[in-house]
């Protein structure tokens, strides 16, 4: 049963403290090629970049210690939806304190959704960065709880071409390679323990796919500069397979915001939508 009495509290700070290394790591780990050597060599001319969805990794730590006192183990959570804002560039190395609250645990029938709401700051205490994580619990659900509030999507439009297409490959090894960024739940790299979650492998973190669609936004519409990145929100509605080529078409809308769709092809010829309810929102 979980633990409903730590719902609205806020826990923290959480020191995430990191150097020049970690943010390489993760550049890497989110598909970064040696072509992009400003976020992979330290010594770079202008100083090494930061893929602004580092900073998502600082979210394991609290992630890991509301967990506990939800009384929820790991190996049952699901990521269902993530929503990421940024408010400045991240540095290469410092120290974020971040702060976490649970805004909500609904009542999905055979899952708890638990919605974790997390910001970070640096230095003079400015805030770096807001993110919302949903976090579906397999066997939690059935308690005969609220179901939570049901959101509005934002439709593609139809019969108009994409403004832009964008293809980003996974490697093989990407799920073990960003698994280093701190998200250890074995789903990703044991195989018997994702047979047991019902997929033929394991698969590939979700904030992994989301930083692969951050960076192709960054490369893309911001011209490899990521101070002009500002948001990113979606639900997680399918896998992605460590190998998988990620596609990305986008529309704009108004105010910098844009409407994608994100889909793996799996032989079909239509594609599998991967992400849903995608919005973006990019520097104008």
């Not at 970064?32 to 900073?55: H, N, Q, T």
């Not at 055979?110 to 976090?135: I, N, P, T």
């Not at 990521?226 to 998988?244: A, I, M, Q, T, W």
């Not at 032989?267 to 991967?274: I, Q, T």
Request: aromatic share 10%; proline share 6%.
């Amino acid at each position: 049963m979980i633990n409903l009495e730590i719902v609205g509290q806020t826990f923290g700070p959480f020191d995430f403290v990191y150097d020049w290394r970690d943010a390489v790591l993760y550049n890497l780990s989110v598909g970064a090629g040696i072509s992009e050597l400003e976020y992979l060599y330290e010594r770079v001319p202008g100083g090494l970049r930061v893929y602004p969805s580092f900073v998502t990794v600082t979210g394991y730590s609290p992630l890991y210690d509301i967990l506990e006192k939800l009384g929820i183990d790991i190996s049952v959570v699901l990521h269902g939806e993530q929503s990421l804002r940024v408010f400045s560039p991240v540095p290469a190395e410092g120290i974020i304190k971040s702060y976490a609250r649970v805004s909500g645990v609904y009542d999905k029938k055979k899952a708890a959704l638990v919605v974790l709401d997390v910001y970070g700051e640096m230095g003079s205490a400015e805030r770096l960065f807001e993110m919302s994580m949903g976090l579906f619990c397999r066997g939690f659900g059935g308690w005969g709880g609220d179901p939570g509030p049901r959101k509005e999507a934002v439709p593609l439009p139809e019969k108009k071409e994409p403004d832009f297409s964008l293809r980003r490959a996974t490697l093989e090894e990407q799920a073990a390679l960003y698994r280093l960024c701190g998200d250890y739940n074995p789903l990703h790299i044991d195989p018997e323990c994702a047979r047991q979650a019902g997929f033929s492998r394991p698969i590939l973190h979700g904030l992994c796919t989301f930083g692969h669609v951050v960076r192709a936004l960054v490369l893309s519409l911001c011209k490899g500069d990521p101070s002009g990145f500002r948001s990113l929100e979606c639900r997680f509605s399918n896998v992605v397979y460590p190998g998988d080529v990620i596609n990305v078409d986008g529309w704009r809308l108004s105010g910098g915001r844009y409407a994608l769709r994100v889909w793996v092809d799996r032989g079909d010829g239509a594609g599998v939508d991967v992400l849903s309810r995608v919005v973006a929102e990019i520097a104008e």
